[in-house]
């Protein structure tokens, strides 16, 4: 058993889409034009009972069913969804701080939260109203955080914020990580 404050002032941050989900929840949402002309996101299911799920979504209404789809189709299926939620139930408990930091809407991702049953799972969200670049980068520089692990499935944003530190002063004592 590690000690329960281990990882005390350790920041992970994750991007939502295609890095928790495994397919674009945003573009299902917003711009399912563009959603469907990609292989990798197609799906009968999401096809053709795409407006019940919004519409579960949007009214945030218990639904079993609906909740084991969104689960298959936005979380890789139940072994994926059940191991991030133990994962990152596991580092909380060891006292690190989880966000989650999106270019897209925080009310949808709350939605579909709620809709899984894990509303609580993460400290904070952060959508377009703070760019994630910035959010990212002043915690680098305040020295909050000892270590901070950053998974974005986009390497440009990873690229980004890369090029912004190589001229910024960091805290010494900040180690960022990158994960795709
Ligand atoms: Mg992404």
Redesign the pocket.
Known sequence: MGNSTSLEKHLVVF?F???LTTKHYYHYINDYKYFRTKDQWKSEVLEFRRDELIHTLNTRTINEEHKNILINEFFGGEERFNLLVSGINKLRQQGCTIIIASRGKKSEIENLLYCIEQSNLFNKIFDREMDKTKLILTNITNGDYKAIYYM???SREHEKLLDIILETPIHESSNIFFLC
Do not use: E, I, N, W
């Open positions: 991007d889409d295609c890095t974005d499935d986009d």
